[in-house]
Antibody
């Protein structure tokens, strides 16, 4: 069965960096686009970024553009989110989510990880 | 950016009752709308994609309808496990893919 397991969250000071990982199993990882979606405490869902199956195409929400970088290592079945210049408002649970479409993306999220909490605080 | 609004914010119902949740888009999203269910402390789960298609393993009591700017998620007879927050999401115009603010279905 499909499994997505995020790691790398924690407490970080404003302006610092953090890298999240998402280990995927149960499906052919290098066939699918992947997303990061976040949820601030007590708030709704916010799409953050998407990457195509081969890593060639990437898009970002304006709120993170220029600060966050999505990448993937298909040999390790792992998705990453490099976050820099972190702000208090980036505090959230970060979920990795699988796109249902082979190749680039379809734009919905058929499987989600359990999430990893990132807290940006001084 | 396409903005999604959901109503009501909270829906208080009893098990066995019918739930009708609404999602409205600021411009047409055609049929490119999905619904997710989220329970406390859990990740969201895909229920409906492209307005009316149930995702794998989703019970038949969940159904979606609508197109353009107005959409509905219906739960025909609420089970205890259905009390949760429900989000709609559009994929018509991106980036960004956007979500609605959610509707909480709680026990009356």
């Amino acid at each position: 069965q499909v499994q997505l397991v995020e790691s790398g969250g924690g407490v970080v000071q404003p302006g610092k960096s953090l890298r999240l990982s998402c280990a995927a199993s149960g499906f052919t990882f290098n066939n699918y686009g992947m997303h990061w979606v976040r949820q601030a405490p007590g708030k709704g869902l916010e799409w953050v970024t998407v990457i195509s199956y081969d890593g060639a195409k990437k898009y970002y929400a304006d709120s993170v553009k220029g600060r966050f970088t999505i990448s993937r290592d298909n040999s390790k079945n792992t998705l990453y989110l490099q976050m820099s210049s972190l702000r208090v408002e980036d505090t959230a649970v970060y979920y990795c989510a699988k796109d249902p479409r082979r190749s680039d993306w379809y734009g919905s999220f058929d499987y989600w990880g359990q999430g990893t909490l990132v807290t940006v605080s001084s | 950016e396409i903005v999604l609004t959901q109503s009501p914010a909270t829906l208080s119902l009893s098990p066995g009752e019918r739930a009708t949740l609404s999602c409205r888009a600021s411009q047409s999203v055609s049929s490119y709308l999905a619904w997710y269910q989220q329970k406390p402390g859990q990740a969201p789960r895909l229920l409906i994609y492209d307005a009316s298609n149930r995702a794998t393993g989703i019970p038949a009591r969940f159904s979606g309808s609508g197109s353009g700017t107005d959409f509905t998620l219906t739960i025909t007879s609420l089970e205890p496990e259905d009390f949760a927050v429900y989000y709609c999401q559009q994929r018509r115009s991106w980036p960004p893919f956007t979500f609605g603010p959610g509707t909480k279905v709680d026990v009356k």
